[in-house]
């Protein structure tokens, strides 16, 4: 990784690794100087301390949401009994009847059924063409990073918990190359993020630092890092470490200290209205006679993401940093009530847990008297069943039919049965009512289930599942908000990461990849996108592949309607279809069709006009 020095001691990166990277790398470390210093501290003891003071800050103001976080998954993994009541029923039945994550998993659903996909918009000096290709380079960014896995990791996390994440990382392209790519990489533990307790946005945009923490078991700490073994500390810094969760006896706690960084630049307004950020490399002679003289010039601040890997007595690697206005890290929150300054942060299942308690507990005791039912009782007297006590207490353990009393015995009499009372139906219906509570306190009703329901028409259907859709819209939008976000990150690091000449796969809208030559200078035809401002969107609707599916069914519509549309537009109807030898059948047709309805050289494939107009009318 290339590093140059600033004038304050400090190290420019031109990338950074994940945590996964750095634990897989021992070879060529890159250790930090011990004259190194963080830029605004004056030394590195006291750069650790004030990050302490900022890791424990946050984790106390969020304590009560992580713990009832950690709550919350156990509770869903299937941990649902209170251990005081648990106690009291040794012995008895503790039925779990787990039926949380159906409900997680139709919220789950839905989103995956509904992408939404990131598009790119030029700015003042932005280019149309160069803002697709963007999109297509993201496309196919979030190809390589099996990116769909990634958003669905996180959104069920926050769905349970209330809390998901991931991260957008550089790394290089192969083992062999000093290209780099963009990658979205999962988080796969949403607490492991330690989170600045100031940020309020849903998506951490507004955060100034964060912690993404992982513990490492002493020996393989001490193989990476031989120079920084704990145990080589005072016994009064072992001390607080220890008391402050950074290291025990058998692992330390290592950390990306994520933190946003000013750093002034001058910019520079030229004759040729053209403005430019001046660098400090910059070769200020080239620029004014391409642009002529200066006309204004000012002093702006430049935000950087920098992170140093750390642990709680010693930096262990960095800094690397990215030109970025946001953290690289990205959140994902659920519902979020603010009380009194003291943010309260929720998923699906934290209010569905008394209900499934209840139910769990009415079902079990159900089925507690459900096992005492079959158990007859007798009352004999003494004479009656001297003797054979024993056998007769225990007779409902053996399938025996003939049960003997003695000679004077009279049944009726002296020998009684008493029958159990029968399974008592309001310990059922509580358990039906506990299942209602469920479904009111998630807005998830029978309909969205898909669970038979007393709806009737398909409209009254719709409607009931459309109420689900409505109350679980909170968690969908603060999804896509993420999606968004790392859009973002994306495209301001594409004219970092990708701003020499190099080829690189892209994937259009039609998900068709290509190999696209960028920022050549001798060919005049090859994008650059290294220049440009540009912005990100998301677009809405179906997915082009369902779009392409309904299509196809549409045009198969068509053409049983009017048989006509084949000798017309045959080829686009068989290109249409999703099945082996529809791309042959249709360039077959296609040599059948008359040429003044095929497309000119250079123009999109699309329908004709008079087509279209004729399959409108139908």
């Not at 251990?83 to 659903?109: C, E, M």
């Not at 949403?190 to 849903?202: C, E, R, T």
């Not at 702006?300 to 690397?320: D, S």
């Not at 970092?496 to 796969?505: E, F, H, I, L, S």
Request: proline share 5%; charged share 30%; glycine share 6%.
């Amino acid at each position: 990784m290339d590093t140059n020095t600033t004038e304050d001691g400090s190290k420019e990166t031109e990338g950074f690794r994940t945590m996964e990277s750095i634990k897989s790398s021992v070879i060529n470390r890159e250790h930090v100087s011990e004259d190194y210093v963080p830029e605004g501290f004056k030394d590195q003891e006291s750069f650790l301390k004030d990050m302490r003071e900022k890791y424990d800050a946050d984790m106390d103001y969020d304590r009560d949401n992580r713990d009832a976080a950690i709550e919350d998954k156990k509770f869903t993994a299937g941990d649902q009994w209170d251990s005081v009541v648990l106690k009291h029923r040794k012995g008895l039945p503790t039925l779990t009847i787990n039926t949380v994550p159906q409900f997680t998993a139709q919220l789950v659903g839905d989103w995956r059924e509904d992408r939404n996909a990131i598009k790119v918009l030029p700015q003042e000096d932005g280019d149309i063409e160069v803002a697709s290709i963007r999109a297509d380079l993201i496309r196919s960014i979030e190809s390589k990073s099996r990116a769909p896995r990634v958003y669905d990791s996180g959104f069920e996390s926050m769905v349970q918990c209330g809390d998901g994440a991931w991260r957008v990382a550089v790394e290089y392209a192969g083992q062999d190359v000093f290209d780099q790519d963009i990658f979205i990489r999962p988080i796969d533990d949403a607490l492991s993020v330690v989170w600045d307790y100031l940020s309020v946005d849903p998506t951490g945009r507004d955060a100034n630092h964060c912690f993404v923490d992982d513990k490492l078991p002493r020996k393989e700490f001490n193989k990476q890092w031989p120079d920084s073994d704990p145990s080589t500390l005072g016994e009064a810094d072992t001390g607080d470490l220890l008391a402050s969760g950074w290291c025990d006896e058998d692992s330390v706690r290592v950390t990306e200290y994520w933190r946003m960084i000013e750093r002034d630049r001058l910019l520079v307004l030229f004759e040729d209205n053209t403005m430019l950020a001046i660098e400090k490399d910059d070769n200020i002679e080239e620029l004014t006679e391409k642009h002529g003289l200066p006309v204004k010039t000012r002093v702006a601040p430049c935000p950087y993401a920098q992170v140093h890997l750390v642990t709680g007595f010693k930096i262990l690697e960095g800094p690397y940093e990215w030109k970025l206005n946001r953290l690289p890290v990205i959140r994902m929150s659920g519902r979020v009530v603010n009380v009194g300054g003291k943010r309260t942060r929720f998923g699906l299942v934290r209010y569905m847990k008394d209900p499934v308690r209840l139910r769990n507990f009415w079902r079990s005791v159900a089925a507690e008297q459900l096992g005492y039912a079959p158990k007859a009782k007798w009352m004999a007297t003494e004479s009656a069943v001297e003797g054979r006590e024993d056998e007769i207490r225990k007779a409902h353990h053996s399938r025996d039919p003939l049960l003997i009393f003695n000679d004077e015995a009279e049944f009726g009499k002296n020998v009684l049965q008493a029958n159990p009372a029968p399974i008592e139906q309001g310990l059922l219906n509580e358990a039906a009512v506990n299942t209602q509570d469920m479904k009111d306190v998630t807005g998830i009703h029978d309909a969205s289930l898909g669970i038979r329901s007393n709806e009737t028409s398909g409209r009254a259907i719709q409607a009931r599942q459309r109420e689900g859709d409505i109350a679980s819209l909170t968690y969908y939008d603060n999804g896509n908000a993420s999606i968004l976000e790392t859009g973002d990150v994306i495209n301001q690091l594409i004219s970092q990461v990708y701003d020499g000449t190099r080829t690189v796969r892209i994937i259009g809208q039609d998900e068709e990849p290509k190999l696209l030559r960028i920022n050549d200078p001798m060919d005049p035809e090859s994008p650059d996108l290294s220049v440009g401002k540009y912005d990100v969107a998301l677009s809405t609707g179906a997915s082009y592949t369902t779009r392409r599916v309904e299509a196809a069914a549409a045009m198969m519509e068509s053409v049983q309607a009017w048989p006509q549309l084949l000798e017309v537009a045959g080829d686009l109807v068989a290109k249409a279809q999703d099945w082996p030898g529809a791309q042959e059948l249709s360039e077959r047709l296609k040599k059948t069709i008359p040429p003044q309805l095929l497309e000119e050289e250079g123009e999109e494939n699309q329908i004709p006009p008079e087509v279209q107009a004729e399959i409108q009318q139908l």
